[in-house]
């Protein structure tokens, strides 16, 4: 976690990641925020290993994306992971991306997500309660 209780996942954007503008284009972001779940989700002891040995899954259910400002090619940027909300099956991670100036290290936020999940179980692919080992652990990762 950093300074401001937010997991921060790091990247930077690739060549092929831009579109004839010379900016990222939007797929993009689903995919970074994708990879920050995935390692936000491994820092607090459930990463897709474990929850799959307990024979569950968090499934992508909605995700809102709101642009504010451009990336372009070979920029640095962070994606910084909070928990938004904890239901029963559910739960929401907000997602802010943020360039960051490589001498200032002054930060831009370009992107924010909304993206919501539901735990599934393995076998039936059905909803199932969000186990409370998980529960805790998302809700210690709440800002």
């Avoid at 709101?66 to 904890?86: G, K, N, Y």
């Amino acid at each position: 976690m950093s300074s401001d209780g937010r997991f921060r996942y790091p990247l930077d954007v690739r060549f092929f990641e831009v579109d004839s503008l010379g900016v990222v284009f939007n797929m993009w972001y689903l995919g970074w925020c994708d990879e920050a779940m995935s390692a936000f989700m491994e820092s607090i002891g459930y990463g897709y290993a474990k929850l799959r040995a307990g024979g569950l899954d968090a499934v992508l259910r909605k995700a809102e994306l709101e642009w504010l400002d451009s990336l372009q090619a070979f920029q640095h940027a962070e994606v910084a992971v909070q928990v938004d909300h904890v239901g029963s099956t559910s739960f929401r991670l907000g997602y802010d991306i943020e360039r960051v100036d490589s001498s200032s290290k002054e930060r831009t936020r370009c992107a924010h997500a909304a993206i919501s999940y539901v735990c599934v179980a393995i076998d039936d692919r059905k909803k199932t309660a969000i186990p409370p080992g998980l529960r805790e652990a998302l809700e210690g990762g709440r800002t």
